[in-house]
């Protein structure tokens, strides 16, 4: 049966002619539609009421059509099941699995660890770390990333897990909602990236410093009290940071592109394939800023100043980032501890 089901739902349905890309041969009896290829016309009649009416067919059907979208020529394209597969199955448990592990780790982690401190207490002297622009261009990639990353989760985990949770009427608009916001945080997003990526690059290229700050896994895994290897302004760990967020953060924006446009830059294959790069990347990079956040609050005593002040306590610069603090102009020690900048002392 399935030899002639699927040509004729196709004629039915679409008004497709079943053919050859290649002009079929007029009225050859012997003609085999494209995919369709070795399957032998069922002899056994329907038995009462075994009416097909969805055939699960496994292969491609293309036919033929003269209008100028020569997309709706495919009724039946079979690399979609493997998508549909990846997109509504293993991905779900990629990207669960992958931020599940990383929430574990770092609780682990912090248990084991506790509150990375700053060694010799504050200092209360404040040294610049991050000018107006670079925390612009950061917290613009970061607002925007938190903003893909919430409606992209809800994209992915809606029918498996919200959907049952809240129903269908309450998920729809939510979804609308999130799609939207999805398509509106992308351009700050790449406008971020792409300005870290002039900011610091300099400061992230790798050198023998590193080597060192990797082997003794930046201090992280060290008693507490012993002192921290040696960095210069980005250790190697934030370093990798860099180059997975910014790579990562291109490769996503460039995926999500084709996604956002479809059939201007690529066929239905290429989509599929740009959907599991986006979702794959995506769901690393969620990973890697989940633990790039907590390093930058709970983790690390004195780190979130760099980002929301500006400005790190110089014993925090000098324990973390030897290198990059002996290369900072410093104020003598018996200098007034500097202001807010406001003439209010700072604490
Ligand atoms: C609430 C969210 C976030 C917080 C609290 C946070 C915090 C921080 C802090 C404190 C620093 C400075 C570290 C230092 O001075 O050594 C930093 C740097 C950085 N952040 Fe974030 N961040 C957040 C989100 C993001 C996001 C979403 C991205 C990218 C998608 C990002 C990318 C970076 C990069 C590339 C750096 C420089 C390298 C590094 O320090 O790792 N951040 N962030």
Known sequence: MRWFIVPLLSVMLLG???????????????????????????????????VH??????????????????????LVQEQGRDWRAFRSGWFLWIAGGLILLTVGALAAFFFWRGRIRIESGRSGRWVPRF???????????????????????????GRPLLIPLMGHAAFTPLAEASKTLHNIAAPPFVIGIVMMLVLWLRDNIPNRTDIEWLRQAGGMFSAPGTPHPEAERFNAGQKMIFWIVTLGGLLVSATGLVLLMPFFFADIGGMQVAQVVHALTAAALIAVIIAHIYLGTLGMEGAFDAMGRGEVDENWAREHHSGWYKTLKRPAPDAPAPTDGKGVPAE
Request: no cysteine; hydrophobic share 45%; net charge negative.
């Open 16 to 50: 497709l002619p079943v053919a050859a890309q290649e002009a079929p041969p007029g009225g050859d009896e012997n003609y085999v539609t494209p995919g369709m290829e070795g399957r032998a016309p069922s002899a056994a009649p329907l038995e009462g009421d075994d």
């Open 53 to 74: 009416i969805f055939t699960d067919y496994d292969g491609t059907v293309a036919g033929f059509v003269s209008i100028p979208d020569r997309q709706s020529g495919v």
């Open 131 to 157: 000018n107006g622009l670079e925390r612009f261009a950061h917290w613009a990639t970061a607002i925007s990333f938190l903003a893909l990353a919430i409606t992209g989760l809800i994209i992915t985990f």
